[in-house]
């Protein structure tokens, strides 16, 4: 529903902006150097799918993801990692951004727990790390896209499990 939309855009919005009022907040002579931009057209208009993600496991995202990827003419290798690289970057140079990142929000309104079946990798909210997408039911709070956003830029998870502080990735 309309609604249901615009409650995940708020959502995100919260999420990702976070980032933008801890940079200035922490760094005050970096305030505004961290601009993210929202391209809600997907949202406002998503693309179908003959896949119900939430009733799945999280590792087939693959072959729904392909419906959008198809629509948007953006799947020409068949591997989603490039795939999905070329739309963000065509959504990069559309918008005259630096960096340009997907999120996948999958409905999970009429889903009992809102988590993914269980036997997959995630349960929840997923990201591949370095800006290529993040998954999220649609019911996360806006902590998970934050969270999940931080990956988009190398970010390591900060639970218990997630990782040893002696870990790191990214561009170096």
């Known amino acids: 529903t309309q609604g249901a939309i615009n409650a995940v855009k708020e959502k995100a919005v919260e999420g990702v902006t976070w980032w933008e009022d801890t940079l200035a907040e922490e760094f005050p002579e970096a305030a505004g150097s961290l601009d993210f931009q929202f391209d809600f057209t997907y949202a406002d208009h998503p ?3 003959d896949y119900e993600p939430i009733s ?4 087939y ?3 729904w993801m392909y419906d959008f990827l198809n629509a948007v003419e953006h799947s020409s290798t068949g591997n989603f990692s490039e795939d999905i690289r070329a739309f963000n970057d065509a959504q990069r140079v559309a918008h005259g951004t630096n960096w340009a990142f997907t999120i996948f929000v999958v409905n999970d309104e009429h889903d009992a727990d809102g988590l993914f079946a269980s036997g997959g990798s995630f349960r929840r909210a997923f990201s591949f790390a370095g800006g290529q997408f993040i998954v999220t ?3 996360r709070p806006a902590s998970t896209f ?3 956003t931080g990956h988009m830029f190398w970010a390591r998870d900060e639970y218990y499990g997630g990782g040893s502080y002696t870990d790191h990735r990214g561009y170096y």
């Open 137 to 139: 039911p649609a019911g």
């Open 61 to 63: 995202f693959q072959y």
């Open 56 to 59: 799945q496991v999280s590792n």
């Open 47 to 49: 693309v179908s799918t």
């Open 146 to 148: 934050a969270h999940e």
